[in-house]
Nanobody, 121 residues
Framework: QVQLVESGGGSVQAGGSLRLSCAIS??????IAWFRQAPGKGREGVAS????????YYADSVKGRFTISRDNAKTTIYLSMNSLKPEDTATYYC????????????????WGRGTQVTVSP
C-alpha cells in the first residue's frame, strides 16, 4: 500500500511562493495528485501526475502558476506554487491511486493528512 505525508505549508503574502512536498512510501499507484479544500468548500483537484505517461494536468485556476514534479528516486512529489493569491488559501492534500478522471477525489485510494496554506492579501 501507499502512505503519504505532506509538508511545506505555511503563511505567505499574495504574490509569494511556496513549495509543498509529499513523502511517499510504496509505489503501487499510477497517478498522484494534489487536492485542496477551503473552509465551506468541497475538495478541488489542483494538479496531477500520471506515472506511465509522464503527463501532468492542472486546474485552470492554477495553470501557469503551479508545477507538479517528482524526484528521481520517486519518493517525493512536489507542488511548486508561485504568484499565490488569497483564493489559494486552503488545506492541501496529496493523494495517490489509479485515476481515470484526474480531478475526481473518489479515483484516489490513498490520502495524506494535509498541510495548511494561508495567503494574506
Amino acid at each position: 500500500q501507499v502512505q503519504l505525508v505532506e509538508s511545506g505549508g505555511g503563511s505567505v503574502q499574495a504574490g509569494g511562493s511556496l513549495r509543498l512536498s509529499c513523502a511517499i512510501s510504496g509505489d503501487t499507484y499510477t497517478s498522484i495528485a494534489w487536492f485542496r479544500q477551503a473552509p465551506g468548500k468541497g475538495r478541488e483537484g489542483v494538479a496531477s501526475f500520471f506515472t506511465g505517461s509522464g503527463n501532468s494536468y492542472y486546474a485552470d485556476s492554477v495553470k501557469g502558476r503551479f508545477t507538479i514534479s517528482r524526484d528521481n528516486a520517486k519518493t517525493t512529489i512536489y507542488l511548486s506554487m508561485n504568484s499565490l493569491k488569497p483564493e489559494d488559501t486552503a488545506t492541501y492534500y496529496c493523494a495517490a491511486g489509479y485515476a481515470r478522471n484526474w480531478h475526481t477525489p473518489s479515483d484516489y485510494m490513498y490520502w495524506g493528512r494535509g498541510t495548511q496554506v494561508t495567503v494574506s492579501p
